[in-house]
């Protein structure tokens, strides 16, 4: 029965009220004047108690400041302007205060907050997460109270977390044993600049070879899928065009359609020439067509871009030998350069794919990319110092600047 009734009065018209609105709101009651006075002598005490900065004489005049003709007239009249169709909405406010840019000025590059950081500055940057990693622990260690067995046990453990390998690790340890005796060091802090130079010397033992980028090339680019390649060669064929070289880009990979098209993307941003095959197609005919464009177009550099399936897959190996032959029969007079793309993040594992490239592609230098993120960059050592090749270009980051030659006394230094 409640139930019932509720519905009943939900259904029964809402009844107009007939009071006046003076019966229903309170008379409105008049000011307390004594406390009006109080309130009032007090505020400008009060503000200026707990705001002393807030309340000054010089406060009106800031707020009813007049902007400046300077400040209204170049917006103004452009508005004004565009709305007749005299004219165009500037792009930005500085535009619309200054005017718009000459066509002299609009070719010039915005230089303003955007100065390129130095070589040194980008390196030490990209391997920030490394030298965390290497020399946090090393200035801990070299703060020790003198040089024992411990001392060396646990430098060695900082290189090898870091990725410089066992046996690179355990040659530098053996050579600072033997300069600290030789030269009668007693204080850790001494240490540091024999580590430095004992490291420097390893990473300069093989000299890298860059004749290449002033002769006639075709630099073949292996390595892994996902390691870098396309982004390498895109940034290399930046590089080389840069220096005034004309460049040719071969899309071997005709297993991944993705690689071509992305491929494109840095060709077209390079400024250079750029031959593909279609998908599924076998890979020496596309690099067999590179040849021929090259002596046609008389090309300085031409980058051919490979498969980069599992490296331990037999017909991967027989694909890059048969592309190496057609290279030196079609184009003998050019020299031919291997290099191998290893990421930098894979630690050990980028040792045992070089390994396997090694043994079919005749590697002659390597490229070690993303050291940006990752704390391994120690993999430089291992790769110059057990694999025998040497180290060619580090990647430290996006831009094609980040893609620098490797150089050891900068490397060693930006990690220490």
């Known amino acids: 029965m409640a139930f019932r009734w509720f519905w009943q009065k939900k259904e029964e018209p809402v009844k107009e009220s007939t009071e006046s609105t003076e019966d229903v709101l309170p008379a409105e009651e008049e000011p307390n004047e004594e406390l009006t006075e109080e309130l009032t002598e007090d505020a400008p005490e009060a503000m200026t108690e707990e705001f002393p900065e807030a309340v000054t004489e010089e406060s009106p005049e800031a707020v009813t400041e007049e902007p400046s003709e300077d400040m209204t007239e170049a917006p103004a009249e452009a508005y004004a302007a565009s709305e007749t169709g005299e004219g165009e909405m500037p792009d930005t406010f500085s535009e619309a205060l200054e005017g ?70 355990e040659e530098i340890i053996e050579t600072l044993k033997e300069q600290v005796k030789e030269k009668h060091i007693r204080e850790p802090e001494e240490c540091r600049t024999l580590l430095n130079d004992i490291m420097v010397d390893m990473l300069s033992r093989i000299e890298a070879d860059y004749s290449f980028e002033d002769e006639r090339s075709v630099v073949m680019v292996v390595g892994v899928n996902g390691a870098g390649k396309t982004t390498t060669i895109g940034k290399l064929a930046s590089i080389m065009r840069q220096k005034g070289r004309s460049v040719l880009v071969a899309a071997a990979d005709t297993f991944r359609a993705a690689a071509g098209e992305q491929l494109k993307v ?11 095959g279609s998908e599924g ?47 030196s029969r079609e184009n003998p007079d050019a020299r031919v350069e291997t290099l191998i793309v290893l990421d930098g993040t894979t630690g050990q ?68």
């Open 100 to 169: 718009p840019l000459s066509e002299e000025a609009k070719e010039l590059p915005d230089t303003e907050g955007t100065k390129k950081e130095g070589f040194f500055s980008r390196l030490v940057k990209g391997l920030s997460k490394t030298r965390s990693s290497i020399s946090e622990g090393l200035n801990a260690l070299f703060s020790a109270s003198g040089i024992d067995d411990d001392f060396y046990d646990e430098m060695e453990e900082i290189l090898i977390t870091s990725d410089i390998g066992v046996q690179s690790t």
């Open 281 to 327: 197609q076998d890979p020496a005919s596309v690099v067999y067509d590179a040849m021929q464009a090259a002596k046609a177009r008389s090309i300085d550099i031409v980058f051919c871009d490979t498969a980069g399936r599992l490296h331990n897959k037999k017909n991967l190996m027989q694909e890059l030998e048969k592309m190496r032959r057609i290279v």
């Open 266 to 276: 840095w060709v077209d941003r390079a400024g250079a020439d750029y031959i593909k």
């Open 349 to 416: 594992n980028a040792i045992a794919q070089a390994r396997e490239f090694m043994a079919a592609a005749k590697v002659t230098g390597a490229v070690i990319t993303k050291l940006d993120g990752t704390a391994r960059g120690g993999i430089a050592f291992a790769i110059q110092n057990e694999l025998e090749i040497p180290v060619k270009y580090i990647g430290v980051g996006e831009a094609i600047e980040d893609l620098q030659r490797f150089d050891p006394g900068a490397f060693v230094k930006a990690i220490l």
